[in-house]
């Protein structure tokens, strides 16, 4: 098939989907992408730039856009001969918690509107896992019943009908990256997740003061993407956690990335808002141990069996079994490449046909005037 990707907001994990998806479908794939910024307006406007660039959209055999596309816009001034449409949620506007500069000013509904009439448009709608669309559908029923009378009830049943649930691919080399770690240095504490509010960044900070307060051994890599602005929290840490730091700041260099993650010893997760986890999932496959919180996507990607030992309930329990792996690293060594081997799973080589497969069969079953290939 000629299918035509569609990324409002090429940057961080939508960059990694995209790219990933492009090199490992067997179909013939163009990305048609905006720069990742100003995402408010690219959810209103994408539709208008990408159709302004799409000289034929009739020669494509299905188009795959991501969840910063107004679909209803989109399809309404595509015209009568556009392909059916595959919309993939990597997050929405009606879960994801407010920003702390956005508390003041009265709610944005109509970006999470945006997601919903969105959904309802599209031929078959994807998301990157059962907690994102079990929140989604909780925010979209509570948001309808605010809505006048007569309220659109059965929209959020008609997008049930053709959604499903798909984890994302992660990339992950071919060959193992191996590093020699020396046994009198501190373990390596892994931070790879944005630098924004919904990381909670001020707790995973304050965890590692207390624990060097407490005289606990660590070194600290504090990688992951961050924009202009970013939480203050950030610079103090530097200037806190200097001496332990090892590096500080986005890694461009896949490669050098992948070293540091070999490097590290456990990798932490603070977050509120986490519909999969990409970063932990590809720390754990370069060897790091998960702490991570029981919410979220967390406890749906991790082994149920595992839970006990890799998921925290508080920020104190968070510093206990923090500080117990890096008193005794070796205790959790067998269970940390036994996850290892799970998140295998989530590579591309594996998903990358399951993909494919459903791309084709929404393709082959065409355009439903109910909005629903499935």
Not at 189 to 210: A, M, S, T
Not at 268 to 286: L, W
Request: hydrophobic share 40%.
């Amino acid at each position: 098939m000629k299918v035509l990707f569609l990324e409002p907001f090429f940057g961080g994990s939508h960059q990694d989907f995209a790219t990933g998806f492009a090199a490992h479908s067997r179909h013939d794939v163009t990305l048609a992408t905006l720069p990742p910024s100003f995402w408010k307006w690219r959810m209103r406007g994408a539709a208008l730039a990408f159709l302004q660039k799409i000289k034929d959209i009739a020669s494509y055999d299905l188009v795959f856009a991501t969840d910063m596309m107004n679909v209803a816009d989109f399809l309404a001034l595509a015209g009568p001969d556009r392909p059916p449409l595959v919309l993939y949620f990597h997050e929405n506007q009606l879960s994801y918690p407010v920003s702390p500069r956005d508390r003041k000013t009265a709610p944005d509904v109509d970006l999470g509107f945006i997601n919903i009439t969105s959904a309802l448009a599209a031929d078959q709608v994807l998301f990157n896992s059962a907690f994102h669309l079990h929140a989604f559908v909780k925010e979209a029923r509570k948001l309808i019943k605010q809505m006048p009378a007569p309220r659109p009830s059965q929209m959020v049943n008609r997008i049930l009908e053709k959604t499903r649930v798909i984890y994302p691919g992660c990339r992950f080399p071919a060959e193992a990256v191996s590093v020699m770690r020396d046994p009198s240095d501190p373990p390596l504490i892994i931070w790879n997740h944005r630098w924004e509010y919904d990381k909670q960044p001020e707790v995973f900070f304050r965890v590692l003061g207390r624990l060097r307060d407490k005289g606990v051994p660590f070194s600290l890599a504090v990688m992951g993407e961050q924009y202009d602005m970013y939480p203050a929290v950030f610079d103090r840490a530097k200037q806190t956690f200097g001496d332990q730091i090892k590096v500080f700041g986005y890694v461009p260099s896949r490669t050098v990335y992948h070293t540091w993650l070999a490097r590290g010893s456990v990798v932490v997760s603070t977050a509120i808002q986490e519909n999969f986890g990409i970063s932990v999932v590809e720390a754990v496959r370069f060897g790091c141990f998960p702490l991570l919180p029981q919410r979220l996507s967390y406890p749906e990607i991790m082994p149920e069996k595992f839970h006990p030992d890799i998921l925290y309930r508080s920020e104190t329990q968070l510093f206990e079994k923090l500080a117990y792996h890096l008193l005794h690293p070796e205790a959790n060594q067998s269970l940390q490449k036994r996850l290892c081997d799970h998140v295998q799973q989530f590579s591309w080589e594996i998903l990358g046909p399951q993909y494919d497969n459903l791309l084709e069969n929404c393709q082959k079953k065409g355009i439903n005037p109910a909005g629903s290939c499935m």
